[in-house]
């Protein structure tokens, strides 16, 4: 019963093809594609308008070299929500739950914030591995402190993740277990479990927006010590 509470995580397949590919493009085909026409539909006009804000109050303390990034931070937020999201349907796959895929997204943006800030401001950006007023003998300590602090950055942004969705999946299918459990033996005990399911799934859904949240925010802070 303990290993099959982790089937869940587990990469589907089909005929031993691996499903992955299909989960990660099925949020693309969700959204609909910008039309034509004059006027936009209701759907369209909502998606633009959670875009812009979005886009408005994570780039609005970064300087204009960093704007360029808001295509690309844009897309990874929704695509982030959708995949949590998609994850909570039932008989469905959350690939987020892998800290495999998560580590695929932290690691190159991560590396790039730290790239452009060694290119555009060296001497800022190592500057932050040793703060202003250490005293002499703390200096070689800080450094390496500094140093593992900033390596440690992309694991625990992809650690972050993976570890608030997949302690919310769990949970989420222990509660379900015990309430069909108790069904027949305590009713009342049962509909208060169920009751309690459902609190923690609309939970599990702010959960799902505001991990995807933030870590797109951590990595716009990281981008900002570095433009």
Partial sequence: MTLSFFDQF?????????????????????????????LNSRLLTLQGWFINRFTQQIFQPISLGGHKW???????????????MLGLLPYTFTPTTQLSLNMA??????????????RNQPTHALGHLLPEGTPTLLIPVLIIIETISLF???LALGVRLT???????????????????????????????????????????????????????????YL???V
């Fill in 152 to 154: 440690i950055r992309p």
């Fill in 105 to 118: 997204f932290a690691v190159p943006l991560w590396l790039a914030t730290v790239i452009i800030g060694m």
């Fill in 224 to 226: 900002q010590e570095n």
């Fill in 70 to 84: 808001a295509a690309i931070l844009t897309s990874l937020m929704i695509f982030l929500i959708t995949l949590n």
């Fill in 163 to 221: 570890a608030n969705l997949t302690a919310g999946h769990l949970l989420i299918q222990l509660i379900a277990t015990a309430a069909f459990v108790l069904l027949p033996l305590m009713p009342a005990v049962a509909v208060l479990t169920s009751a309690l399911l459902f609190l923690l799934t609309l939970l599990e859904v702010a959960v799902a927006m505001i991990q995807a949240y933030v870590f797109v925010l951590l990595l716009s802070l």
């Fill in 10 to 38: 587990m990469s589907p397949t089909l005929l031993g093809i691996p499903l992955m590919a299909l989960a990660l493009s099925l949020p693309w085909i969700l959204y609909p594609k910008p039309t034509a026409r004059w």
